[in-house]
C-alpha cells in the first residue's frame, strides 16, 4: 500500500543551529500537509502544499515540495527551544480523502 | 469554546473490558476521523466519517465500533480490550473530507488508553 517515510526519526541539535526533516513518498501526491505535536499534545496543522515544485515559508520554516511531487522537506532556520515537538508530513492520493502520516521526526533542541 | 474535544482523557482499564471515547467538534465540519498513536508516534487512520456516512474504514479489528449520530460527533467503542490497544487515540474533523478535499484537519487532545 501507500507509504510515506519520513527521516530522521530523532535529530538533537544545539540551539540556533539548523534543522531539516524529509519525507518521501511511494506514490505521486495530490497535496501535503506538515504537523507539528509538542511533546504531551496533539497534532497542529503547520501548512499544506499542492503545486509541484512549491516553497512556502512561515518566519523561521521553509517548507518544500518536489517537482515529481513525492517527496517534501521542512527546513528550521535557527532553531529555537520552543521548536521541540515532532513534525508529521501527511501525503494525499488522489480521491481517498485519506492522510497518510510519515513516522514524524521528534526534534530535540539544547539551550 | 475548544474546537475539538474527546472525552476521557485519560483511561486505564483491565483487559476483557469495553470500553468508549467520545468526540465532539463545534467548527461546523463535515468530516471526522479516528486516529491512533503508538507508543513510537506512528499516527495511523482508523475511521473517517462524512456527514454521519462511514467513507474510510482501514483495516481495525471489529473490536472497534465507530458511531456518528450527528456530523458533530464521532464516538469509538472499543469491546474485549486487549493489551496491544494501549495507545493515544485522537479524534481530528476537517471540512470536506472526502474526495480531493485539501482543507487542514484539527485534532483533539487525544485519549490516553493503558490496558492493565
Known amino acids: 500500500g501507500q507509504q510515506v517515510m519520513q527521516i530522521p526519526q530523532y535529530q538533537h541539535v544545539q540551539e540556533g543551529e539548523d534543522f531539516t526533516t524529509y519525507c518521501n513518498s511511494s506514490?505521486?501526491?495530490?497535496?501535503i500537509q506538515w504537523y507539528k505535536q509538542r511533546p504531551g499534545g496533539h497534532p497542529v496543522f503547520l501548512i499544506q502544499?499542492?503545486?509541484?515544485?512549491e516553497v512556502k515559508k512561515q518566519k523561521r520554516l521553509t517548507f518544500q515540495f518536489g517537482e515529481a511531487k513525492k517527496n517534501s522537506s521542512l527546513h528550521i532556520t535557527a532553531t529555537q527551544t520552543t521548536d521541540v515537538g515532532t513534525y508529521f508530513c501527511a501525503g494525499k492520493t488522489g480521491n481517498t480523502g485519506k492522510l497518510i502520516f510519515g513516522q514524524g521526526t521528534t526534534l530535540q533542541v539544547k539551550p | 469554546d475548544t474546537a475539538v474535544s474527546q472525552t476521557p482523557k485519560y483511561l486505564v482499564t483491565q483487559m476483557g473490558n469495553d470500553k468508549s471515547i467520545k468526540c465532539e467538534q463545534n467548527?461546523?465540519?463535515?468530516?471526522m476521523y479516528w486516529y491512533k498513536q503508538d507508543s513510537k508516534k506512528f499516527l495511523k487512520i482508523m475511521f473517517s466519517y462524512n456527514n454521519k456516512e462511514l467513507i474510510i474504514n482501514e483495516t481495525v479489528p471489529n473490536r472497534f465500533s465507530p458511531k456518528s449520530p450527528d456530523k458533530a460527533h464521532l464516538n469509538l467503542h472499543i469491546n474485549s480490550l486487549e493489551l496491544g490497544d494501549s495507545a493515544v487515540y485522537f479524534c481530528a474533523s476537517s471540512q470536506g473530507g472526502g474526495g480531493g478535499s485539501n482543507q487542514p484537519q484539527h485534532f483533539g487532545d487525544g485519549t490516553r488508553l493503558s490496558i492493565l
Open positions: 506514490t505521486t501526491l495530490s497535496n
Open positions: 467548527l461546523g465540519h463535515d468530516t
Open positions: 502544499l499542492v503545486k509541484s515544485g
